[in-house]
């Protein structure tokens, strides 16, 4: 089946350590998108990608950063993880002309 | 800014106990509400788009309607297997302002 994967789906590190989230998907969409996920603020966006060469910053993008490797590639960075970047992360991907959007599965990231 | 409030926070339901889930929102311009479902552990998995107001999306026991400002998720004679976080989004410039979502459990 067509899908959206994310690894690792858990990571425990520690202050002060570089982190790499990594996304692939074979839906052949061509958006990707990275949310964190935190209790009682519900989702929000990172970084977005609409293709290969177009990434922005969505509305918390501060202390991340990101790579489109390939239309099937979105890697999200955390240079120096800090504890309040404590969260679940997920991956989602969707299509030109269409504002529907497939989550992965997420990856749940403990900074110590 | 685009702004998503759900509403309750939590919801108990007895088996077969119908209700209704609400999402109000504040868009500059609307190109779709998104309602989700989200497992513990898992991510969101996508149940209806809604364009316009007085549209109504049905599946299973879930049905979906929207006015200008505001959408309804009306859960018809829940099963304990409804039980979930229902996110609420509003989409624009093709991304999604998400609400903090109802945790829906239903009890047999």
């Known amino acids: 089946d067509a899908d959206v994967t994310q690894t690792p789906r858990n990571r ?3 202050t002060g350590k570089r982190i790499m989230l990594e996304c692939s998907q074979t839906k052949g969409h061509d ?7 935190d209790p009682g603020l519900g989702l929000r966006l990172i970084y977005y990608s609409f293709d290969v060469k177009d990434i922005n910053k969505g509305e918390i993008s501060d202390g991340y950063s990101v790579s489109r490797q390939a239309q099937a590639k979105f890697s999200l960075s955390l240079e120096s993880a800090i504890p309040n970047q404590t969260a679940l992360y997920f991956c989602a991907t969707g299509t030109k002309g269409s504002n529907e959007q497939f989550f992965g599965p997420g990856t749940r990231l403990t900074v110590l | 800014e685009d ?3 759900q509403s309750p926070e939590a919801l108990r339901l007895q088996e077969g106990e119908s209700s209704s889930l609400n999402c109000s929102y504040t ?3 609307l190109r779709g509400l998104f309602w989700y479902r989200q ?10 788009t809604l364009y316009s107001a007085g549209e109504e999306k049905e599946k299973e026991r879930l049905k979906a309607t929207l006015t200008k400002k505001e959408s309804f998720l009306h859960i018809t004679a829940p099963k304990p297997e409804d039980s979930a976080t229902y996110l609420c989004a509003v989409g624009g ?3 999604l302002s998400f609400g ?3 945790t829906v459990t239903v009890r047999a």
């Open chain 1, 12 to 14: 425990i590190t520690k």
């Open chain 1, 31 to 37: 958006r990707m998108y990275w949310y964190r996920q």
């Open chain 2, 3 to 5: 702004q998503v409030t």
């Open chain 2, 27 to 29: 868009v500059s311009g």
């Open chain 2, 39 to 48: 497992d513990p552990g898992k991510g969101p998995e996508f149940l209806f």
């Open chain 2, 93 to 95: 410039d093709y991304k």
């Open chain 2, 100 to 102: 903090a979502g109802t």
